[in-house]
């Protein structure tokens, strides 16, 4: 059975070895066709998409999964809807492959140009959400990877029925049929034969799902892996920020959508301003039933404010609680991210320049924001077409991972019988 | 002892944690008279350097090293010199840190911008060459990273002379001293620990040495890790080559220098041209000892050509062998360099402009080169000042590593006030 499951694996891993070869060297304009035709059989296989997604639901209530999980499962028709139209976005985005990133002339006359081309083969592995296995296979596509999707056991029939459509509008198309493959079993043992590179086929892990995956994923793979950790994101009020604005801002950041990583977890306030502002932030947030923990000096600006520990800091909440800390100003704030932050997205609101440039400059974050929510950290936001994910890793790619950052590039040297000399 | 061991590593990497937030930080000018300063100390300590390197040769005749470890080893007035003047030109470059990668804005007046900035911490680990212990840590310094420096032990006193010049450079320097720190022992041990991230402080190691060396790091290392593996590298000659040109281009690409990872292991040659091509080309290589080896035809053509069997198309010689094999046309050279291969420098000779264009297309190399020598794959000659190595990888740095490779970067996002929509 093993034997079989990796003999399974190998001949997907080979297929997509081909077919990242071909579609590297596919136009744009066959690509742009294949995805448009995605999302036209996703559109016109909607019914038989619902149907198993049915199934999926009714297994996870019986298996008990949580209110959220059974949400990120479900589907409708207006999220099959969403996963066409994300194709066709996709579609329409410029090709990045063969962009010509940097040209120049060396003294002695030979000529260098540095071109942007796929990666070849990425491997990926998610957990409930079914739209991933539509969003994830355009997006490897347009950047002309080939790829191999897992993913998760609880969206199986989900995610099965997502693939058929894809599989018939790429045989219709000029591209490989093989250019997306999903694995066809549940079995966990398939996620250690992908996490160890099929042979070396696979040149990129990317893991999406909760802390669990993630961990064993970039313990146990063998390739490079493209992760997203955390998102536990700031936002901090400066001595002058506009407070208005601020008030605004922080309500957004922390509860326009709770369960997302770019969702604010702790607000850092500048002690010149805490007095004035924190008493009217705080009634705002708890009145939109929000819990708030706080250090000394805010528990005794508002009486609703409960005490946080020093691991509230440390904690993406992914929920209606807020921590909210004191600082001494815009050196202690960056300090503050610096130690408890997760290098996602941290944000400054203020008037003053200065003092924005240096928030800029001195949070090393992916992503630095001034006067704007942190929930605009989304590749969508960024006006990278879809994301694949958000990369919390210093390497290759940082920050909202759309087709363009799934690409790696080549040196093209033109010469006129150039040699070197001695 | 190892506790001790551990324990004074941890502090190493707690210094560069320090030195690398420091760094980032610093100003051009600043990081430009460090590096002036070093090249300066460089040369007034170089007797204390030869010094040095003699007890390192003395040593390593006795324990029998090779011919030619002993030459990468060794040192010279010339050599300390070329180190000095590789730093000043490291110096004089453009600062890669802060550079505006791209700017533009969403429809919804949120500006972005993509700058880069240093990747963090480098651990760098290295064998004989005592000039790497300069030129990386010249080159993290430029790229504002902190590094951590392992040599070989064969090139111990060597390293700990030249470091002892760097840090009384440093000293001297607005920088912390701490930016390039070098592991002051020869315990296999200490190699370990800086592979598994030395809790949490080291971003990204780079290996530069023998394939065993680079195999251990690729298999133990808990962090990402920029590798040069093999130049295996091919020059094709097409059927419209010009026949001189061709002639001059692969005595260079083979025997400028055979022991560069640029240099030509194998010689392809289109069947059209083949029977007149092929006896020149081999008189003259054989003529300046070149060992050839071919297939059928090639042995066909030339009395001196040993057979090649499929392992020596496998094979990077680093000395002086070629192998040669007729090729059916174009694709056939392609396909050749697909199998046998190592992605690290192609080129094709032609004067047919289509053919070039195809075969810069389709190789799927990180140096594909037309009309010149292979031997061109180095940063120097790329205009990068210095290099850290030549990246076989396909993600983050791909070919020759310059101090502008050594960055990762952020985005700032600059609002008026922006909210999410819900």
């Known amino acids: 059975m093993s034997d079989n499951l990796h003999n399974q694996l ?6 997509a070895r081909v077919a990242a070869q071909g579609l590297a060297l596919a136009n744009a304009q066959d690509k742009r066709s294949a995805l448009t035709a995605m999302a036209t059989h996703i559109r016109m296989q909607s019914e038989a998409i619902l149907r198993a997604n049915a199934k999926d639901l009714k297994a996870g209530k019986e298996k008990g999964l949580s209110g959220a999980m059974l949400d990120r499962l479900a589907l409708s028709n207006e ?6 139209t994300s194709i066709e976005a996709i579609a329409a985005m410029d090709d990045p492959v063969g962009t010509l990133e940097k040209e120049w002339e060396q003294p002695n006359g030979l000529r260098f140009s540095k071109v942007k081309i796929p990666i070849g083969v ?3 592995i998610y957990e409930s959400r079914p739209n991933v296995t539509a969003d994830a296979g355009a997006l490897c596509l347009k950047s002309g990877n080939a790829c191999i999707l897992r993913g998760g056991s609880e969206a199986f029939h989900s995610n099965q029925a997502i693939y058929k459509a894809i599989v018939s509008a790429l045989t219709t198309s000029a591209l490989p049929e093989t250019a997306i493959q999903l694995i066809p079993t549940t079995d ?6 992908l996490l160890s590179g099929l042979d070396d086929t696979v040149d990129m892990i990317i893991p999406r799902g909760g802390k669990s995956l993630i961990a064993r994923v970039q313990s146990d793979a063998r390739v490079p892996v493209l992760a997203h950790l955390e998102g536990l994101c700031h936002s901090y009020v400066h001595a002058d920020a506009d407070l208005e604005m601020a008030k605004e801002i922080v309500m957004n950041a922390k509860l326009r959508r709770t369960g997302v990583c770019g969702s604010t977890e702790t607000l850092l306030v500048d002690k010149a301003i805490a007095a004035k502002f924190l008493p009217q932030m705080i009634d705002l947030l708890t009145k939109n039933d929000c819990e708030v923990r706080g250090d000394a000096t805010t528990q005794s600006l508002h009486e609703a404010v409960k ?6 800091y440390f904690t993406e909440y992914l929920a209606a609680i807020i921590n909210v800390k004191v600082v001494e100003n815009l050196q202690g704030a960056i300090d503050h991210i610096g130690h408890y932050g997760s290098g996602h997205t941290d944000a400054i609101i203020t008037n003053n320049q200065i003092a924005a440039d240096y928030f ?6 992916a992503i630095v924001v001034h006067n704007a929510s942190t929930q605009f950290a989304d590749g969508g936001e960024f006006g990278f077409g879809a994301e694949i994910g958000i990369s919390t ?3 290759h790619a940082r ?4 087709a363009e950052h799934l690409t790696t590039f080549k040196y093209l040297v033109h010469g006129q019988g150039h040699v070197r000399p001695k």
């Not at 190998?10 to 297929?15: E, F, M, Q, S, V």
């Not at 999220?79 to 066409?84: G, S």
């Not at 800029?360 to 974050?365: E, G, L, P, W």
């Open 360 to 365: 800029h400059q001195a949070v090393d974050s």
């Open 79 to 84: 999220r099959v809807e969403n996963m066409a």
């Open 393 to 395: 890793g210093r390497l």
């Open 307 to 312: 005490p946080a520990t020093d691991n509230d």
């Open 10 to 15: 190998k001949i997907i891993g080979k297929n």
């Open 122 to 124: 990425i491997g990926m």
């Open 399 to 402: 920050g909202p991972v759309g």
């Open 188 to 193: 966990r043992l398939a996620v250690g034969h």
